[in-house]
């Protein structure tokens, strides 16, 4: 059981580049989640699915886009990365209770 | 708006004694709260989930408690080792399907 798996870990984008962050979750959940971790600001939900083919907006979501095509699978992406996206973004996936988090994807856009 | 806040400030403390980490919510209800641990450099992990009509929960070393009249949750870690060193994390949701709202987290620093 691998769990969370988030490729890649690191990435640096130029201002205006593209990318997608694939998410891919062993555990048979419904729900997966994308989050950003900005020092002193804790994780902030940016988009979510509570099911395959469906997505929701989370509290971060301006500059993202996401895709649930398959349900162990969960991408997020960037059309035009901007320097105020270098973070940290985590992958987790769950139900109603526990989320299991990924180990994250340091991203430094400059 | 709804809020979620812990202490920023990192709690030092010597090994043996009890940690506990305080969780405040505001301006709603949360039909639940968690609790996760998260070390430098890697993804949170999943401690002990509390339920509004629950008071107190254990798991090994670690207890939790609700106060919904408080509007809070405290974190305990009794005997506490350098291993417990690591960032806690709250995290609550009004909804029954699993959206949660995070704190910023506190800092434990346990010593020898």
């Known amino acids: 059981n691998a769990g969370v798996t988030q490729t890649p870990k690191f990435r640096v984008l130029k201002t205006g580049q593209s990318m997608t962050l694939l998410c891919a979750q062993d555990?048979?959940?419904?729900?997966m989640y994308w989050y950003r971790q900005d020092p002193g600001m804790g994780l902030r939900l940016i988009h979510y699915?509570?099911?395959?083919?469906?997505?929701a907006k989370g509290e971060v979501p301006d500059g993202y886009n996401v895709s649930r095509l398959k349900k162990q699978n969960f991408l997020l992406g960037l059309e035009s990365a901007a320097p105020s996206q270098t973070s940290v973004y985590f992958c987790?996936?769950?139900?109603?209770?526990?989320?299991?988090f990924g180990p994250g994807t340091r991203l430094t856009v400059t | 708006s709804q809020k979620i806040e812990q202490n920023s400030e990192a709690l030092n403390i010597q090994e043996g004694k009890t940690a506990t980490l305080t969780c405040n919510y505001t301006?709603?209800?949360?039909?639940?709260l968690q609790w996760y641990r998260q070390d430098p450099g890697r993804g949170p992990v999943f401690l002990l989930l509390?339920?509004?009509?629950?008071k107190e929960k254990r798991k090994e070393r670690l207890k939790v408690t609700f106060d919904t009249t408080l509007k809070q949750s405290l974190f305990h870690i009794t005997a506490s080792q350098p291993a417990d060193s690591a960032t806690y994390l709250c995290?609550?949701?009004?909804?029954?399907?699993?959206?949660?709202?995070f704190g910023a987290g506190t800092q434990v620093v346990v010593t020898p």
């Open positions: 987790a996936s769950g139900g109603e209770g526990a989320q299991y």
């Open positions: 555990m048979n959940h419904e729900y």
């Open positions: 699915s509570v099911g395959e083919g469906t997505t």
């Open positions: 301006n709603y209800s949360p039909a639940y």
């Open positions: 509390i339920r509004e009509n629950e």
């Open positions: 995290a609550s949701s009004g909804d029954s399907w699993g959206k949660l709202q």
